[in-house]
């Protein structure tokens, strides 16, 4: 076989591989995500059961009292319904797509704000592991943050890291002041800084949420980065809402709460996806 046809073959084996390496991810990308979403539809379709069960009783009082009042309770109970299904649809468009189909707005989803709990109950009522479907949470308000992208302005970003990631035999106070840290090299809290520093970034370790919610509202970021466990980023998440947050969730090798550690690959992509720019030449 001439030389030139084995290469044209061989490009097109690679070509072929690569894309079924990236089919591969974006099926394992979209399958993290699915606990979330199909809790959150269940969710929807249980409260219009209650909705419709709700009507059903009322209906023989409602009609007794006025045709109008009827109208009026069934208009105001399709709205509901309409505002959530259309808000589910949205965010599930936009997380498996990743095309930004939000509609513009400042406020609490009132979507993710009435159907998590829902969806959080219903997962510990059929055993589902509760972090699993935190975990997928988190990735589904990734993506939407990601595909967000062009409304947030990369200029205010915060990184905020939990105080568990500090190594439980340093005594540096660093949740007052990050620079406290030494950069020993014990803990992920050393390297942190030198990347926050690297970008130009504001970093504070919390050690909770009260305290979370203080820088966050001192600082006012346009864009957060958050390392967290699985719970903790979930509250987190919504608490701060409309800010856009980018989760990255935590390491536990010791157990939850200590000496945690946290892939940094992660949190720079996280970073760089703020920043929108090249990461800076390694010295
Ligand atoms: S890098 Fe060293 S000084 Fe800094 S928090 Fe970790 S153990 Fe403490």
């Known amino acids: 076989m001439p030389e030139s046809s084995i290469e044209t073959s061989g490009s097109h084996q690679t070509a072929r591989s690569e894309n079924r390496l990236s089919l591969q991810s974006a099926w394992r990308s979209a ?45 105001v109970l399709a709205l509901f319904f309409l505002i959530l299904t259309s808000g589910l649809f ?3 468009a936009t997380a498996l797509s990743g095309i930004d189909l939000l509609y513009p707005h400042k406020k609490q989803s009132i979507t993710v704000r009435l159907l998590f709990p829902i969806a959080a109950t219903l997962s510990q009522f059929v055993r589902f592991d509760r972090n699993r479907l935190r975990t997928s949470f988190v990735k589904v308000n990734n993506s939407l943050t990601k595909a967000q992208s062009n409304r947030i302005r990369g200029d205010r970003i915060l990184i905020l890291l939990p105080h568990c990631l500090q190594i439980d035999i340093c005594n540096r106070k660093i949740t007052n002041d990050i620079n406290n840290c030494v950069r020993c090299g014990r803990c992920p809290v050393g390297s942190l800084v030198a990347m926050g ?46 800010i856009p947050v980018y989760g990255v969730i935590n390491d536990r090798p010791h157990g939850p709460c200590v000496n945690t550690c946290v892939d940094m690959s992660l949190v720079e992509d996280a970073i760089r996806f703020f920043r929108k720019k090249a990461a800076p030449e390694k010295k």
């Not at 209650?50 to 009827?70: D, F, G, K, Q, T």
């Not at 690297?198 to 919610?213: D, S």
Request: proline share 5%.
């Open 31 to 75: 399958w993290t995500k699915f606990p979330f979403l199909a809790f959150c539809w269940t969710s929807l379709f249980i409260l219009a059961a209650v909705e419709l069960m709700i009507y059903y009783l009322i209906h023989p009082r409602l009609v007794s009292i006025s045709p109008i009042a009827n109208t009026v309770t069934v208009a």
């Open 90 to 92: 949205l965010i599930t």
């Open 197 to 242: 520093e690297q970008y130009g970034l504001k970093i504070e370790v919390v050690n909770g949420g009260t305290l979370a919610r203080r820088r966050v509202a001192q600082f006012r970021p346009s864009g957060i980065v958050a390392v967290a466990c699985e719970r903790d980023l979930t509250f987190g998440i919504q608490d701060v809402h409309p």
